[in-house]
């Protein structure tokens, strides 16, 4: 068919436009749909919470960072690798035969303590070791008999140790955090669920890291740049569920965090520390701006 030339762009608009038509069409009544993309982002709104203040990079930032007050530390699932804090130079290294899954550190006494679990096997096993900064020795400190689920993060309130174990994918509401009395492991005083609204924000996956900042606990996703503030139950709460305070953004995505020792923060939040685990970096956070009321 001979076209003159004014009229060409006019019936090259109108073959695109049929064509786009024609696929729109193909994709509703034959052609199956694109699948779609995971989730990227947390689906609760965030205030402000922490900005990046540095990055170390290090092949160890795996599971999750943690700090003292000379030296920065990154946990893979086998190792724990010690950083000069100034210079960021790796120091040292700790690991051990048994080690198959550490995850959160959390520094008491001078020592720090390490959730580790045999995930993603079963039946759970569940148990804690310790590591001593200079000693290059990751020792076996406590082994839990009946874990409820895989240990990923192990913290201290009030002479008591406060243990989350972790389900994923459809079982992931079974997650829970457990109260342990008298500064050992042998009594189990109470056993929280999460909050159905982060349960469902977990993308299948669960509660990474957490730490107690004062009456409220922080917890972190597996891979979204968020932490969940959450309390007890009150007495008009369900008693076997924490709440949900707010959700706030935090520059690492996901995975085990801590309390940055090595810092003093002037207002009400913590530094901390954590891990990018996409780019092998330790991240140090610095408090942001609070949200307006």
Avoid at 207 to 221: E, K, P, R, Y
Wanted: charge should be neutral; hydrophobic fraction near 35%.
């Amino acid at each position: 068919m001979l076209v003159a030339p004014g009229h060409r762009l006019v019936l090259l608009l109108l073959l695109a436009v049929s064509s786009c038509g024609l696929a729109n069409c193909q994709t509703k009544i034959g052609r199956a749909a694109e699948p779609q993309l995971p989730v990227a982002e947390t689906a609760i709104v965030r205030c402000n919470g922490w900005t990046t203040s540095r990055r170390i990079a290090t092949p160890y930032a795996t599971q999750a960072g943690a700090a003292d007050a000379d030296h920065l530390y990154a946990i893979s699932s086998t190792v724990v690798a010690r950083l000069d804090r100034r210079t960021s130079r790796l120091l040292d290294t700790a690991s051990s035969p048994t080690a198959q899954h550490l995850n959160s550190g959390f520094f008491h006494d001078g020592r720090m303590y390490l959730a580790h679990s045999n995930y993603p096997a079963t039946p759970h096993a569940s148990d804690i070791r310790v590591y001593t900064p200079g000693q290059n020795r990751l020792q076996l400190f406590h082994t839990f008999p009946e874990p409820p689920g895989s240990l990923v993060w192990c913290i201290r309130r009030q002479g008591n140790w406060w243990c989350c174990f972790a389900h994923y994918g459809s079982d992931n509401h079974q997650t829970c955090l457990v109260e342990y009395a008298d500064g050992g492991f042998d009594h189990e005083l109470r056993r929280f669920l999460f909050p159905l609204e982060v349960i469902a924000d977990f993308d299948g996956m669960s509660a990474s890291g957490g730490i107690w900042d004062g009456d409220t606990l922080l917890a972190s996703h597996h891979h979204f740049p968020v932490l969940y503030r959450l309390r007890l139950p009150g007495p008009a709460d369900p008693p076997d569920r924490l709440v949900l305070v707010e959700t706030l953004h935090c520059p690492f995505p996901g995975q085990g965090f801590a309390i940055d020792l090595g810092r003093t923060s002037s207002g009400r939040r913590p530094y901390l520390v954590g891990i990018d685990r996409p780019s092998r970096a330790v991240v140090l956070a610095k408090p942001d701006h609070y949200c307006p009321p």
